[in-house]
């Protein structure tokens, strides 16, 4: 149990809560065109940033524990770091470390798989995002990963590959599918047995997260363990006859199933065989790995038959709970975050977002921690989301989740509140410039609402993102310049940007404490002291600076 936090003299706090709004998605753009931020109608969010002391904040890279600052910041490293108030190395610098040395492949649990397969002549199964998107998934780890089977001797190996099309251009899966269907047929022809069995978009099988459509999962589960779909010739072919046919983006694309004979499924899986899901982050990891390791008592779809595999993820997807019961890496071990310090000094807290980024707010935030810290001063509220496109309803739950907050702000009972407004995330990787533009509007005629609540009860609002998107909806090569599809059109984005993201202090009943002008050339994870030092206590030893500039 952590010691309480100490009293900062500096500081006396103010009689309402500290809110902590995460706009998530929302960044400064650096170009003009394709920022849905800049274009948007936000007339508080201007306000805000123009009347109040205001900063920008790294959001990606090292500044939120990713290996180089070439990567991409995402919602689990960038709530991570708010929540901890530290940087902490992630998934994708763990893993990459792990394969680069040979740790991940000198590991009890690989060479537990790797056995199993030999031992009953039986298949590898490698499921995850075919992507150098790095968010979820790199796909050099999928290439040391079949190198290693290879050299071990396994001599049956099948990729199950998830489109990606969210963290990279929005069509650019034959980028990855046909190099590697080339890889596996070069190293079939040193006579083994290695393809991709099956596959579709992230969005449509698999990759579920907070149990929002688990009927998502359900035609995972079919397609990569049953072999049930539409029959190819290949993933290249699969990809190319589903485009034309719908004209879907990768992350939008069916679900396919691979056939040597157009009769039966080249890849279904069966007793005795070994499979990783080699994902390493976690919210979308979840479900599929509960449809292969919960027993009898799994309510969610019929599973129908379910073979007695090996299962392993690339990571421990949740460390409370230790699931998956074998994993390739080591997690980050994330303590003393900023929950866990609030309820040791007895502050009331709470945590609200809509299902799409309710574990953001909660498990996340929280060290990647499935329970609460404290049932008396701890209090989770989930706004159920909607399971259809978010391009057609781009306001998503933001009034619900307001409606919440404001009504809690009124009734005192919490010193801290926290909220995502997932609209400039979720809607931004749709890649629809209209859709976000509505979004942004939306979300900006809530944050007038908490605006005018914490100014009534006395209270600090904090705004800030945990990585940019709908602030860069277009691509752009090296000069600037727009890039264009094939049909001449701009070229839409639908990944994260490596843009900094917003630091406002709107704090109404300020008494001078700190200057107007807040720190510069921090990351994100200053929130966490930022916001402690706003009730009233001294930032935990260790913590990264805060943004404020005490006087």
């Known amino acids: 149990m952590l010691k309480p936090l100490e009293k900062n003299e500096k500081f006396t706090p103010r009689r309402g809560p500290v809110v902590l709004a995460i706009l998530d998605g929302v960044g400064f753009g650096k170009y003009a065109d394709g920022d849905a931020v800049k274009q948007a109608n936000t007339p508080v969010l201007d306000a805000l940033m123009a009347d109040c002391p205001c900063t920008k904040l790294k959001a990606h890279g090292t500044a939120v524990g990713m290996p180089s600052d070439a990567d991409m910041g995402n919602s689990e490293v960038g709530h991570n770091a708010i929540g901890s108030g530290r940087v902490f190395s992630q998934g994708a610098k763990l893993v990459g470390e792990a394969v680069a040395g040979g740790k991940l492949f000198a590991g009890e649990v690989w060479k537990k798989l790797i056995a199993n397969v030999l031992e009953n002549h039986s298949a590898l199964h490698l499921i995850g995002l075919v992507s150098d998107g790095n968010v979820h998934s790199h796909i050099d780890h999928l290439y040391a990963m079949i190198d290693a089977a290879f050299a071990a001797g396994v001599k049956t190996l099948r990729v199950h590959a998830l489109l990606d099309g969210r963290d990279v251009p929005e069509t650019s899966a034959p980028e990855y599918i046909r190099p ?237 509140i926290r909220l995502n407004y997932p609209n400039g995330d979720m809607v931004g990787h749709t890649g629809s410039m209209d859709a976000v533009l509505v979004a942004m509007g939306a979300l900006d005629l809530c944050l007038g609402r908490i605006r005018d609540a914490v100014k009534a009860a006395g209270g600090v609002l904090v705004v800030s993102a945990d990585h940019g998107n709908a602030d860069d909806m277009l691509e752009h090569d090296k000069q600037g310049n727009v890039k264009r599809d094939k049909a001449g059109n701009p070229a839409r984005k639908t990944s994260h940007s490596l843009n900094p993201v917003p630091c406002i202090i709107y704090d109404p009943e300020s008494k001078g404490e700190y200057a107007g002008e807040l720190k510069t050339g921090l990351g994100i994870s200053s929130l966490g002291a930022t916001c402690i030092e706003l009730l009233g206590f001294k930032a935990p030893d260790g913590y990264d600076p805060s943004v404020l500039n005490f006087r």
């Not at 596959?199 to 997260?209: H, P, S, Y």
């Not at 459509?213 to 049953?226: A, L």
């Not at 019929?302 to 090996?310: A, H, L, N, Q, S």
């Not at 929280?366 to 049932?375: A, C, I």
Request: proline share 4%.
């Open 180 to 416: 590697l269907e080339e890889k596996l047929a070069a190293l079939s022809a040193e006579g083994v047995d290695y393809l991709i069995a099956s596959g579709g978009g992230r969005m449509v099988i698999t990759m579920d997260r907070y149990g929002a459509n688990w009927d998502m999962v359900r035609r995972g589960w079919e397609t990569h363990v049953h072999g049930k779909g539409e029959f190819f010739p290949s993933a290249a072919q699969a990809i190319e006859t589903l485009r034309q046919r719908t004209g879907a983006i990768d992350q939008d694309l069916g679900a396919f199933v691979i056939s040597k004979d157009g009769k039966t499924p080249a890849g279904a899986m069966h007793d005795g065989d070994s499979v990783i899901l080699f994902n390493f982050r976690g919210d979308r990891a979840l479900e599929i790995t509960a449809a292969f390791e919960s027993g009898a008592d799994f309510d969610k779809f019929d599973r129908g038959r379910v073979p007695r595999v090996m299962f392993a993820g690339m990571m421990e997807y949740d460390g409370d709970l230790h699931v998956p019961k074998n994993y390739l890496v080591n997690p980050p071990e994330i303590d003393r975050t900023m929950d866990e310090y609030l309820c040791a000094s007895h502050v009331r807290q709470l945590a609200v977002s809509e299902t799409q980024k309710y574990g953001h707010v909660t498990y996340f935030f929280n060290g990647n921690r499935s329970g609460k810290f404290s049932e008396e001063y701890d209090d989770y509220l989930e706004i159920p989301s909607d399971v259809v496109p978010f391009e057609q309803r781009p306001w998503m739950k933001c009034a619900e989740i307001t409606d919440a907050v404001v009504a809690a702000i009124a009734e005192g009972k919490y010193r801290m």
